[in-house]
């Protein structure tokens, strides 16, 4: 019984320990297993907060590059919005505008709006329209740049304006162009410039092709109207303040007999006319808007106004040509079509030509006026030559016969005659000087050789123009080689040659230069030079420098262009030849040769005071 109860007792102990370890292990296994699911949300709960840190900081990254993209964006916008050229974009199949910056906007007139979602076909007329395309296609098909130095473009306000325009072909990522992009300079004024200077070069070129101011003149009227006017009207003030009407000038050609009509109208001053305001008052005249009104009151008839009305003008300019204050005449620029307008960038070009006319007016004027006195002078050197030789001969005849008289009684007559007879050379030196004169310009020179000392004729050269160079801010330098022999020639001829070489330096150089005045030996010749670093000579007029009466332009009409023929034919009376080397900017080097004297031919010259060169240079 009790081993029983024993037994009972172990088993139920038994039972019990395994249901305690039962319990215990059940209760460790919710326990691990509670522990295990709070270990599972608390993953489950950060990863969730991390999702959520990682979801916001992706969205807070995505809202600060969209913002960088709208900032960057922005930036583009403004940066293309100030550009000062057009900036367009269009779609490649349509070729509608999609964009189109301010800078457009300024240059054609119309508002964006006008242009977004419309064809050029849609904006211009047929023909600027189909130029534009034809650049379009051919700048996507080709995938390439486009690059149009120069196209018209006719704008709201402004008229016509030139542009140069590229066009770039914009690609996806497959290389298929989707959309064309254009940027264009408005070169309108930069083309007006150059036109203006081409236009002045070439009426500078007319102007000082000839003497004949009449002619070149009316030349530079068929230019005005081939660059600048419909018509060009020319007036030329003569003696006595009297107008002429020099030349009516058309671009139309079929206009031949309307201008010979307005030619022979005659210009009253006492009566309103089309260019009064630029004579009278002798400034520039700009109407840029034409009325009938106008026309009406510079009227003289009624066929005279039918004259004017058939001209058509919508636009005048007219400038005086002055020349120190005095009135020479007028040009008048008519301009018959509305695109051509007449403003002050059109006055200033009319009135740098009005200067080079006057110019040109008062060179040929002052020409005719010294060819006038130039043949006065030789019919009064004549004059002198045949009125003096009579008695001169006379007075050598007489002192001959004292002279062959001439015994001890007779000592006084004959120191009278020898006085006479001096004073007859010096009268007939006289007349041979003046005479001379008159035969350097004809060319044919006579010159009295001597053993000259080259060191010093430089010398002596230099001196005399030091003060003029002085007075110009230049630098006079000589040099002269140690072993330069004498040289064989006219001292006083020579010092002229050198006065013609020295003054046209100075005239052609500019403040702060130099002028270099030389000599050198070589094959028995005596090789004189005088450089200069002044503006130099153009290729083309090298071979025109020794050609009588022929000056560069730029020497605004200084001289009658003789000294060079003089001095080359100086120079060849010698035995000897000049040249020149230059270049634009690069300075002028005249050289000319002189015979070297042998050891038989005398010693050298003393300083003269020949009448013949002080003459010369009181000239």
């Known amino acids: 019984m009790e081993a029983r109860v024993g037994a009972l007792s172990h088993n139920s102990f038994v039972r019990y320990l395994f249901a305690i370890a039962t319990v215990a292990s059940t209760f460790a296994l919710r326990l691990w297993h509670k522990r295990a699911n709070d270990e599972t949300k608390e993953i489950t709960r950060r990863k969730r907060a991390q999702e959520a840190l990682q979801v916001r900081t992706d969205i807070e990254q995505m809202k600060r590059i969209e913002q960088e ?17 057009t900036v367009f974009i269009k779609e490649s199949r349509s070729l509608r505008f999609v964009w189109f910056n301010r800078a457009g906007e300024d240059l054609l007139g119309w508002p964006r709006q006008t242009f977004i979602g419309k064809t050029v076909s849609d904006l211009w007329p047929r023909a600027q329209a189909e130029f534009f395309i ?35 072909p914009i690609c996806n990522a497959a290389g298929h162009a989707i959309y064309l992009l254009g940027i264009s300079e408005d070169i309108t004024e930069r083309r007006r410039i ?32 081939r660059d600048f006017a419909d018509w060009c009207i020319v007036d030329i003030m003569e003696e006595q303040d009297n107008l002429l009407r020099l030349k009516v000038a058309s671009a139309n050609p079929a206009n031949a007999a309307l201008c010979a009509r307005l030619e022979h109208v005659p210009v009253d001053r006492n009566r309103p006319y089309l260019v009064r305001a630029a004579i009278e008052k002798r400034q520039p005249l700009l109407l840029e808007h034409v009325t009938s009104e106008y026309l009406e ?18 636009s005048i300019m007219a400038v005086p040509l002055l020349m120190r204050e005095q009135l020479l005449g007028t040009i008048a620029f008519v301009s018959s079509t509305s695109s051509r307008l007449y403003g002050p960038g059109d006055l200033r070009l009319a009135l740098a030509l009005a200067d080079r006319a006057a110019v040109a007016i008062e060179n040929a004027r002052l020409y005719r006026a010294s ?42 007559s004959q120191m009278r005659s020898e006085a006479i007879h001096s004073a007859a050379m010096r009268m007939n030196r006289l007349i041979q000087d003046l005479l001379d004169v008159a035969v350097m310009e004809s060319g044919r020179l006579t010159i009295e050789p001597a053993r000259v000392s080259a060191r010093e004729l430089i010398v002596a050269a230099v001196d005399m123009q030091r003060a003029l160079a002085s007075s110009s801010s230049l630098e006079l330098r000589i040099d002269v080689d140690r072993d330069v022999p004498d040289a064989w020639g006219d001292r006083d001829r020579l010092l002229q040659v050198f006065e013609n070489l020295i003054g046209n330096a100075i005239k052609f150089t500019k403040a702060g230069g130099c002028i270099t005045v030389g000599a050198a030996s070589r094959n028995h010749e005596v090789i004189f030079r005088v450089a200069d670093t002044g503006s130099g000579i153009a290729p083309e007029n090298l071979p025109r420098v020794f050609d009588r009466f022929w000056q560069a332009t730029r020497t605004g009409g200084q001289g009658a262009g003789l000294g060079l023929p003089i001095t080359k034919g100086i120079i060849e009376a010698h035995g000897g030849r000049i040249w020149v080397e230059s270049a634009p900017d690069r300075g002028t080097i005249f050289s000319f040769t002189i015979p070297d004297a042998t050891p038989e ?19």
Request: net charge negative.
């Open 194 to 225: 150059e036109q203006e200077r081409q236009f002045l070069a070439e009426a500078s070129v007319a102007l000082s092709a000839s003497l004949d101011y009449e002619q070149t003149l009316a030349t530079v009227a068929q230019l005005v109207v």
């Open 134 to 168: 034809e650049k379009d296609r051919e700048t996507l098909n080709s995938g390439k740049v486009v690059d149009i130095p120069e196209e018209p473009v006719e704008t709201r306000h402004q008229g016509i304006r030139f542009v140069h325009t590229k066009k770039v």
């Open 601 to 619: 031919q005398g010693q050298p010259s003393k300083p003269g005071g020949s009448s013949l060169l002080e003459g010369y240079r009181a000239a």
């Open 371 to 412: 060819v006038h006195a130039t043949q006065l002078r030789d019919q009064l050197l004549g004059v002198v030559a045949h009125d003096l030789r009579n008695p001169l001969t006379a007075i050598l005849l007489h002192a001959a016969e004292l002279t062959r008289r001439g015994s001890d009684p007779e000592r006084r």
């Open 69 to 85: 993209l709208k900032d960057a964006n922005a930036f583009l916008d403004a940066v293309i919005e100030n550009i000062p050229l």
């Open 297 to 314: 009151s510079v009227a003289h008839s009624t066929e005279h106004l039918e004259a004017l009305r058939s001209i058509s003008p919508t």
